[in-house]
């Protein structure tokens, strides 16, 4: 059954994070969606996973709901941000805290900056090696020919994988008319130039139970998944059984399975 949210923020160093929330009772679990997405892509995650958790979405810097055009894309912002927004949620109990693609990466860096605050790790097609083209995606989103008169032509450009529906139907009007994304080509570039930074050194030392989550069609090779696995000794290691690097999107059913699976512990046992 879908859950219902509610979007709020919070505010720092003069950047406004949006975020929603479900306002459940139970257990707080923050969910970080990737690079050029929103949080709420994560809310069928949220309702097919179920239960009593507290699902909070939040919109990273430089997307959706969030500050557009902030100062810093550094990558110790998005951790301080992460880091703010789950000492503001929960400041006496660690949270769960899962992401995917960059949102994964950023997942990794408050692990190992801010301990205290993750009591359980999950990660969905992330990696610590880096080198990310950010040159590449940035002229990507910059081909774009905007704004696209309505969501059907973004969608011929775009193609009709799971990826380029959501972001079809996250278009938003454009000041001149038509629809644009809820993101700009050179901050997508700039947030990538952090991510392509290798971060070994804090992926080894993150001390909650992680378990890494890989897609049928992968963007990582076995021996790329393997290399990051064995970068962490104890790291749970699960390959879908479908889906692509947006498997939140196209598995959403597997995915939400195996993240339920992390969240009770059983995969530790």
């Not at 994964?104 to 969905?124: C, F, H, S």
């Not at 002229?139 to 775009?158: C, K, M």
């Not at 104890?234 to 498997?247: E, F, K």
Request: hydrophobic share 45%; net charge negative.
């Amino acid at each position: 059954m879908a859950q219902a949210f509610t979007r709020r923020e919070i505010r720092r160093d003069g950047v406004r994070l949006s975020y929603l929330d479900n306002d459940a009772p139970g257990p707080v679990v923050v969910l970080l969606h990737g690079l050029a997405g929103t949080g709420d892509e994560f809310t069928a995650t949220a309702s097919a996973v179920g239960g009593r958790y507290r699902f909070v979405l939040p919109d990273l810097r430089g997307h959706g709901a969030s500050t557009r055009r902030p100062a810093d894309l550094s990558r110790a912002a998005f951790t301080s941000d992460a880091a703010a927004l789950i000492s503001h949620l929960s400041p006496d109990r660690p949270v769960a805290l899962a992401g995917q693609s960059m949102g994964g990466q950023t997942a990794i860096l408050a692990a190992a900056a801010r301990p205290e605050l993750v009591g359980r790790l999950v990660l969905l097609e992330a990696n610590a090696a880096g080198g990310a083209d950010a040159a590449r995606i940035g002229n990507y989103f910059r081909s774009w020919p905007l704004p696209f008169a309505s969501a059907q032509a973004a969608l011929e450009f775009l193609g009709d994988d799971a990826l380029s529906r959501s972001w079809a139907a996250h278009l938003e009007p454009a000041p001149g008319g038509g629809l644009a994304p809820p993101f700009d080509a050179d901050v997508m570039e700039a947030i990538m130039t952090g991510v392509a930074e290798p971060c070994w050194r804090q992926w080894q030392s993150v001390t909650a139970p992680v378990t890494a989550v890989f897609a049928a069609k992968s963007m990582f090779s076995p021996g790329e998944q393997a290399e990051f696995v064995a970068g962490r000794p104890g790291t749970r290691h699960v390959v879908l059984g479908s889906g692509s690097h947006d498997a939140h999107l196209d598995a959403t059913t597997e995915w939400a399975g195996v993240l339920r699976e992390a969240l009770t512990g059983a995969a530790d046992s």
